[in-house]
Antibody, heavy 116, light 105 residues
Framework: EVQLVESGGGLVQPGRSLKLSCAASGFTFSNYYMAWVRQAPTKGLEWVASITNSGGSTYYRDSVKGRFTISRDNAKSTLYLQMDSLRSEDTATYYC?????????WGQGVMVTVSS | IQMTQSPSLLSASVGDRVTLSCKAGQNINNYLAWYQQKLGEAPKLLIYNANSLQTGIPSRFSGSGSGTDFTLTISSLQPEDVATYFCQQYNSWTTFGSGTKLEIK
């Protein structure tokens, strides 16, 4: 059974940093591109970043370029999202998901609140 | 690529045939997925490549369309289908529609 367990969220002040983790199991993590997708409260879904299976290439939406860094540790089957210079508009639930283009599996999500 | 879903809210009766629409701002070929999100839960993939049913999803769900116009159909609405439904294009990067909230009348 595929499991994706996100952690590391919380309340943070604007301008500060936070690092999310996603522990994956039930599939061969190192074979798949991975992505972070977020959802602001009562809003729709928004792709944030993706990473190739080797970690050699990364992709970001324009609004987080230069502030967020996606990375992975295939030995630990773990995906990360380092979020720096956080803004109020980054407030959302962040989901970890395999990136097939579409997203077949989702974690339960982790809430990030950016507020003073 | 802009994805436009309609209607934003749909109310239907148990047993009804329900149709949800998703229009892309440009041709996305068949790179279209549908998700179901129940209140407080993560999204669940229903359909990918416009008309391929994800494993484990009931056969009352089906997808159709090509190019810019796509449809998700529920052949006989069940109470457990109350949810918000999102479409997603993955032809050029990826973008999601704003969702259709489905209620029971």
């Amino acid at each position: 059974e595929v499991q994706l367990v996100e952690s590391g969220g919380g309340l943070v002040q604007p301008g500060r940093s936070l690092k999310l983790s996603c522990a994956a199991s039930g599939f061969t993590f190192s074979n798949y591109y991975m992505a972070w997708v977020r959802q602001a409260p009562t809003k729709g879904l928004e792709w944030v970043a993706s990473i190739t299976n080797s970690g050699g290439s990364t992709y970001y939406r324009d609004s987080v370029k230069g502030r967020f860094t996606i990375s992975r540790d295939n030995a630990k089957s773990t995906l990360y999202l380092q979020m720096d210079s956080l803004r109020s508009e980054d407030t959302a639930t962040y989901y970890c998901t395999p990136d097939f283009g579409y997203n077949p599996y989702w974690g339960q999500g982790v809430m990030v609140t950016v507020s003073s | 690529i802009q994805m436009t879903q309609s209607p934003s809210l749909l109310s239907a009766s148990v047993g009804d045939r329900v149709t949800l629409s998703c229009k892309a701002g440009q041709n996305i070929n068949n790179y279209l997925a549908w998700y179901q999100q129940k209140l407080g839960e993560a999204p669940k993939l229903l359909i990918y490549n416009a008309n391929s049913l994800q494993t484990g999803i009931p056969s009352r769900f089906s997808g159709s369309g090509s190019g810019t116009d796509f449809t998700l159909t529920i052949s006989s609405l069940q109470p457990e289908d109350v949810a918000t439904y999102f479409c997603q294009q993955y032809n050029s990067w990826t973008t999601f529609g704003s969702g259709t909230k489905l209620e029971i009348k």
